[in-house]
């Protein structure tokens, strides 16, 4: 049901909601929007990828979040390769009843992205390229589900 | 014969994304001694498996996983996606 | 900082969010849609509010936001009036560094939105009309705050 | 002399939303038992006042609140938004 995207193209937050969760039994729609910060001169933001694990670990993580928040509606989509600072890096959306669950689906989705799905960031700036090392916190995160 | 691939940068220390090996190995703990013991660039890319992650035919695993009936073993950094 | 508007027309999420957070030091966007729901065959709902009590009420409500979560940018829109299933009734947003934040302010908002603003739903069906009864739960999610 | 709301259900109770009222009431509940002594259709919208809320001058407060210097009390049953 849910329709998960993994592409290198910017893509527009209003346009991918058209007619999102049209249908159903939808009282709440919550988004999330990840967009790349300019930080300490950062130039550029690179995101590499594992073709093929991708979708299907994304896929596998919105199937858990349709089936514990009963989501009539779900929509997640992430970039790779190069993008600058205010770019759009990813979204999830999340359509259900009431916005306690479409809330909480949506931080599961995050949460799950952040640490479970094959992405690695690169940033490039003034001191040169490095890898966004992973947060502690952000793995405890996933304990909270 | 597997096909092993390599992200971020793992990638970069090996100096390639993936390869063919050849190998026996029964765990992919006992893959990853036998890559260490080829070359430094392997022995540095491995030197702390606390900080790897692996997945094997595109599934997130341990380093204990067994490798029989395996097509494609991948190692990388923890992930950082969102 | 933020804006907020309260208006009788339709609105859509997709351009009113254009340049949302743009300027700041923005990582995160967090969005709530509230749709009416044709749940028991309700053909309409008719939202009553307080003029100028509820634009002074939702200000108070996102002042508390931005300063509690340091917001970059944030957004409440919420309409009175008489509205069809599927239609949306409100929409919140949130910009900030991070995703926690965003996630938090937008829940914060809307719980006070809920119990806080003064808008009276009111729903047209099969069996008449009839006011929409405020919740137990409501009232207690703003105990988490 | 003060402006009187009210909303939902109570002003449809009351049957108008707003009217003028002339009282040396000095608290919220001293003008609601003053309107409850009007008519049956006031004694029917504040007959129970934990169904209610009140604003004074549009924010919010509790019925012990004081009537000094006030300009606009408003009655409405617990708000529904979002």
Redesign the interface.
Known sequence: MGRVRVQREPF????E??GF??GG???????????????GGMSRME????P??TE??IAKIVAEAEARWGLEDCLVI?RHGAMAP?ER??MVATAS?H?AA??EA??YL?DY??????????EFGPDGAA????KDED?DALSRW | MLDVLYFAWVRERIGEPRERVETQAATVAELVDELRAREARYALAFADLSALRVAVDQELTEFDAPLSGVREVAFFPPMTGG
């Open positions: 527009d937050s209003g346009s909601l058209e969760g049209a039994d939808v009282g709440a729609i919550a988004t999330f929007t990840g967009i790349v910060r300019g930080t995101i590499e990828h594992y093929g694990m299907a670990a992430h205010g890096i990813m009843r916005r479409a809330f949506a931080e995050m992205l952040k640490s479970r799905a094959p992405f690695w960031k690169k890898w966004v090392a992973a793995e």
